[in-house]
């Protein structure tokens, strides 16, 4: 699948429906299937003009983010989405492993702050900042950088939040980015009555592919409010009355959500008695959906779709649909999926692959099954099951990676804390720690240590729960 299918789908729907919306941002500002094409273009060009190499983009949802992305798609230049919820020490490092030059953004205070001057006046047509890299940028592409490579130019570097603090670059081209996309419109039906409602960030590669690139794909109508709108604050907060209220206003039939805002919507539908009847569609996925958040799911009559993917694969591997659902499971694998079971039980998948990880060598050189790390099994039809993973890796409700140990390091790099082990459970990251000597009589040095580390910390990975212990007790 190449990106020219998607631009003769979007050529088609204009064609056959012109004055049908594509984009809407939900607060009147709308782009039709008929000019959709021409706004795409005039974004190029505007790009064009800037010299371009390597695209960074800091934005909310809407309109612009999109318009942006498309145009990078269209122009084969490299995009970077910078997720906003990341910190600045985060995203300073994804600017320096990727070379980003120029960023396009809403909040260029914040861009300034990470080594980028403001173009004063200098706005893309529907009205991002312009920030150049105050010093010359130079990417660690495999061994040549992200601008000089022997195979096809990256169209996106996603970052993934990291199981540690920096987050890592995984490398993607068009055409597996399309063939995942073509996938998830047939495996769900979308089409041309549909309205889906981005309630997740863009600059997050589920949203983005499953939300944004399919919906257009299938001439469907697609909503991006800003997440305020739906009750997204950072990575990991959520009113779900905002979300429920959207969705009514909007009479979306298609949503993706993470886990804990799947659960945060069925709580909030139980306590009120409202329903969601124009949906289709609840993609849910990211991380693992405990079985009774299925069933109250179900009983609320959602049509919930359990899926599960990486982004090495472009985001989505398996997805129930409408008529193959089975209770546990993620789904059948997508059409262009392989999957293959280890004698381990780990999970090996094949089929609109990743480039490879920036700062290390292509895959090209080792192509094969891809290693999930993740641990499942197939039934006898093909349903696939997903147990948890190999190592030590936590993941979020909100579906964000991290590692313990990165927590524990900061959390023992305070003077008041010995030692400390995080796990995570109901409600979030626990630890449990072991003070120091010179602060174990002090009521409240733990707890202004914890404070003092979950704030140098990004939203996902800070401590909600924590107790003391003595050190024989943490260390068994």
């Keep these: 699948m190449r990106l020219l299918d998607l631009w003769r789908r979007v050529e088609g729907h204009a064609i056959r429906a012109p004055e049908r919306l594509a984009l809407d941002d939900g607060r009147g500002l709308t782009i039709a299937y008929g000019d959709l094409l021409g706004a795409v273009a005039t974004e190029c060009g505007w790009l064009r003009e800037r010299g371009a190499r390597v695209l960074g983009l800091l934005a909310d949802n809407g309109i612009p983010w999109a318009l942006t992305d498309l145009a990078a798609l269209a122009m084969g230049i490299t995009m970077v989405p910078l997720p906003s919820f990341f910190t600045d020490v985060q995203l300073r490092h994804i600017i320096t492993t990727a070379g980003i030059d120029i960023v396009t953004t809403d909040d260029p205070s914040r861009v300034a702050r990470l080594g980028f001057r403001v173009e004063p006046g200098d706005c893309s047509p529907f009205g991002l900042s312009l920030c150049r890299a105050v010093e010359p940028r130079a990417a660690s592409h495999g061994a040549s950088g992200l601008a000089a490579t022997d195979g096809p130019q990256d169209a996106k570097v996603t970052f993934t939040s990291g199981t540690t603090g920096h987050p890592k670059g995984v490398r993607l081209a068009e055409s597996p980015l399309m063939t995942v996309t073509s996938s998830l419109v047939e495996a769900t039906a979308c089409g041309p009555d549909d309205v889906h409602l981005a309630a997740l960030p863009l ?274």
């Design 203 to 476: 600059s997050v590669l589920l949203e983005n592919v499953g939300g944004l690139y399919r919906g257009i794909f299938a001439g469907a109508r697609v909503v991006l409010p800003p997440l305020a709108a739906v009750g997204l604050s950072g990575s990991s907060e959520l009113q779900a009355s905002r979300l429920a209220h959207t969705l009514l206003a909007t009479d979306a039939t298609s949503v993706i959500l993470v886990p804990a805002a799947l659960e945060g919507l069925c709580s909030h539908l139980e306590g009120t008695g409202e329903r969601l009847p124009a949906l289709r569609f609840v993609g849910c996925g990211g991380a693992p959906i405990p079985e009774d958040v299925r069933g109250r799911a179900r009983a609320l009559g959602l049509p919930l779709r359990c899926g599960y993917g990486l982004s090495e694969s472009c985001s989505v591997i398996a997805v129930e649909t409408r008529r193959c659902h089975r209770a546990g499971s993620v789904g059948r694998p997508l059409p262009h999926v392989g999957v293959r079971i280890d004698a381990a039980g780990e999970i090996f998948v094949s089929g609109a692959l990743f480039s490879g990880y920036l700062g290390e060598p292509d895959r090209a050189s080792t192509q094969g099954m891809l290693a999930t790390g993740d641990i499942g099994f197939l039934d006898d039809e093909g349903y696939l099951f997903v147990q948890g993973r190999r190592d030590r890796t936590i993941v979020t409700d909100y579906a964000r990676n991290v590692s313990p140990d990165w927590v524990e390091s900061a959390l023992r790099d305070h003077p008041a804390v010995a030692e400390a082990r995080v796990t995570r459970d109901d409600d979030g990251l626990c630890a449990v720690i072991v003070p120091t000597e010179a602060s174990a009589d002090d009521p409240d040095a733990v707890a202004s240590a914890v404070a003092q580390v979950n704030a140098g910390l990004p939203d996902y990975a800070r401590v909600a729960r924590w107790s003391r212990a003595p050190f024989e007790d943490i260390s068994q």
